[in-house]
């Protein structure tokens, strides 16, 4: 099992920054990528970016590509989402969550409410 905790969530005017952080604990050796998604209300959960754990491979949704940058600190098990230029469409929970192959994710965080206000 590999539990994870989001953290960094809040309020934000538009054109600002937040900086989430997801802990993982648990079953760490065992992952294959991390990534966060996003659900916006009435909307399903969307896909924001991930990283490999081990190479730092990126991917990006078209929506925060140049705006968004996923990072991982392997020493500390934790993954980051730094958003910049905050957009009021980016208002949404924001959920870490971490696969142990490269096709399913197994684990997911409780979700950080991020708002951004114009």
């Known amino acids: 099992q590999a539990q994870l905790v989001e953290s960094g969530g809040g309020l934000v005017q538009a054109g600002g920054s937040l900086r989430l952080s997801c802990a993982a604990s648990g079953r760490t050796f065992s992952v294959y990528k991390m990534a966060w998604f996003r659900q916006a209300p009435g909307k399903n959960r969307a896909f924001v970016a991930s990283i490999t754990w081990t190479g730092g491979t990126t991917r990006y949704a078209d929506s925060v590509k140049g705006r968004f940058t996923i990072s991982r600190d392997t020493a500390k098990n934790t993954v980051y989402l730094q958003m910049n230029s905050l957009k009021p469409e980016d208002t949404a929970v924001y959920y870490c969550?971490?696969?142990?192959?490269?096709?399913?994710?197994?684990?997911w965080g409780q979700g950080t409410q991020v708002t951004v206000s114009s």
């Open positions: 969550a971490a696969a142990m192959t490269a096709w399913d994710y197994n684990y």
